[in-house]
């Protein structure tokens, strides 16, 4: 009985290595949007010639869509983060701590994880800072028809707000 007790415990220690699949995939997607967001970036550095050459009004409808791509940028640069903090966390809290992180002396405070609970906190302000960055990218193609449109704009203004202070304060 002792030897299929250990046999089971050895077992169930080596299930640890499942979450390599989704630190491995983590990474796979993180590496992805980097690529993707970077030829998004180069594609809208290529478009700003386009700004120069046109009138007033198409310059103002050509910088409020750029304004709203650098957004989108700043999104999917952010949402890469996410999932590269996700993958190192998993894998130091699962498997291993990363030897050359340490070894370095470089190592960033916002890649030591300590606990899931320390993950869940990283990756909740990460999070929230996509969908700021999100508030901001749709409120610039609003269009306001009425008293009412400007009072729920406001109150997102006041919810974002409040999200950002009050998720600054969870860490003091």
Do not use: C
Not at 80 to 87: M, S
């Amino acid at each position: 009985m002792i030897g299929l007790e250990k046999y089971f415990e050895k077992l169930l220690w080596s299930s640890r290595l499942m979450v390599l699949a989704a630190v491995v995939s983590s990474l796979l997607l993180s590496l992805l949007l980097f690529v993707i967001t970077a030829i998004d970036v180069a594609s809208l550095i290529s478009h700003a010639g386009d700004y120069i050459g046109a009138n007033a009004e198409a310059k103002r409808a050509l910088k409020i869509e750029m304004v709203a791509h650098t957004v989108g940028s700043i999104d999917g640069f952010l949402l890469a983060t996410i999932l590269l903090i996700f993958a190192l966390g998993l894998y130091e809290l699962f498997i291993s701590e990363i030897d050359d992180a340490k070894g370095s002396g470089q190592s960033s405070k916002v890649l030591v994880i300590n606990s899931l609970d320390d993950l869940k906190a990283k990756l909740a302000k990460v999070i929230l800072m996509i969908l700021v960055v999100t508030f901001f990218e749709v409120s610039l193609s609003m269009t306001f028809v009425s008293a009412l449109d400007l009072v729920y704009f406001s109150l997102g203004i006041l919810m974002v707000s409040l999200a950002l202070y009050f998720g600054s304060k969870s860490t003091h």
